[in-house]
């Protein structure tokens, strides 16, 4: 299976640039899988689709403000985004620069302190940052909000809020579980209301989460490390739901990945530990029966899962037909529901 087979035509008009005033305002495309059948709606109306009993499987993972700026010991301007903390003082990251640092290189930062490059993972560097703080906390002091490539600005304070879901609390992402931002307390509280329960995971979204694929086989694509966590309280509650005759939602590809990483010959276990799960179609799924996502870049990993949870055929025909009905695209964009099962 070829990357072009994941091909569709996206005007850059559609790439949201900023988020809606309210959260829950986004649209939202209703994907029946069995009926081949699509419905437009408002996310607002998530509750009526849902019934007592669903879970709802969240991200609870936190976007650090990942984004440092600083100078090379040469003197020359560098550019830091954290792709994934690797511990207290160390992370690998992407290094925005002319001319790429050597090993043992300095890059002094903004309040004096200097990060050391340690070495080379691909096209990543590994750093160490030679502060008295932790690197979480030395970037809640100096970073900025690492906003997606494809969003053409500079982040601002409002980002602070917006690019991060309202029940994040586990710090660690340098990019956000998108799905989850259309979640607003009102809706929260509604869907209570309506006998849905929730359950959480934390999987820390790295910066390799944009990279492309490189090949033109998908089967030689090597996916990016992410750290995740899937406790025994979810798993539990993840059963109880299936015994019931509930349904098991997940908000965003992030939890897809997490809930398959812990399965097990289709049994789900608590884990917590690194994946590189790769899913396009031919895989079968075992710890979901639905998923509410954003709309996802041409020929990206995270198309192709979703293709192998509808179908490749009918997803991409539904984002030709977003595409037709001006949904907005990416991460500040619109969603769609999924059901595989069309319940």
């Not at 650090?64 to 954290?82: C, N, Q």
């Not at 997490?258 to 799960?277: C, D, K, R, V, W």
């Not at 710890?287 to 997803?315: K, Y």
């Not at 977003?322 to 319940?343: C, E, K």
């Amino acid at each position: 299976m070829k990357k072009s087979d994941f091909n569709f035509e996206l005007p850059p008009e559609l790439i949201a640039q900023a988020p809606l005033a309210e959260r829950s305002a986004s649209r939202l495309l209703l994907l029946d899988v069995v009926a081949q059948r699509r419905q437009d709606h408002y996310f607002r109306e998530l509750p009526d689709f849902l019934r007592a009993g669903d879970l709802l499987v969240f991200n609870d993972t936190r976007v650090l403000p990942a984004r440092l700026h600083g100078r090379k010991d040469t003197g020359g301007a560098t550019e830091i985004l954290i792709e994934r903390v690797t511990g207290e003082h160390e992370a690998t990251v992407q290094l925005g620069v002319s001319k790429k640092p050597k090993e043992g290189g300095r890059i002094e930062l903004a309040d004096g302190s200097y990060a050391t490059v340690l070495g080379r993972e691909g096209s990543f560097f590994k750093l160490r940052f030679e502060s008295p703080e932790p690197l979480a906390q030395l970037l809640l002091k100096l970073g900025e909000m690492p906003l997606p490539p494809y969003i053409d600005r500079q982040a601002d304070a409002s980002d602070l809020e917006r690019y991060q879901t309202i029940y994040a609390r586990e710090p660690g992402a340098v990019a956000a579980p998108t799905a989850g931002l259309h979640f607003d307390e009102s809706l929260l509280a509604k869907l209570r209301e309506r006998g849905v329960d929730f359950g959480y995971v934390t999987l820390h979204v790295g910066a390799g989460t944009f990279q492309p694929i490189r090949v033109d086989d998908i089967k030689d694509h090597q996916m990016h490390r992410e750290w995740l966590n899937v406790g025994a309280s979810l798993v539990e509650k993840i059963q109880r739901t299936r015994a019931a005759g509930g349904r098991v939602i997940a908000v965003g590809t992030t939890v897809v990945r997490a809930l398959e990483s812990a399965s097990y010959e289709g049994e789900l276990h608590p884990f917590a530990g690194e994946t590189q799960i790769f899913i396009f179609p031919g895989y079968r799924f075992s710890s979901i029966d639905g998923l509410i996502t954003n709309f996802h870049l041409p020929q990206s990993t995270l198309l192709m899962l979703v293709s192998a949870l509808a179908g490749r055929e009918f997803m991409l025909d539904s984002y030709r037909y977003a595409v037709d009905q001006h949904y907005r695209f990416f991460s500040y964009g619109d969603a769609m529901l999924i059901l595989p099962t069309g319940d």
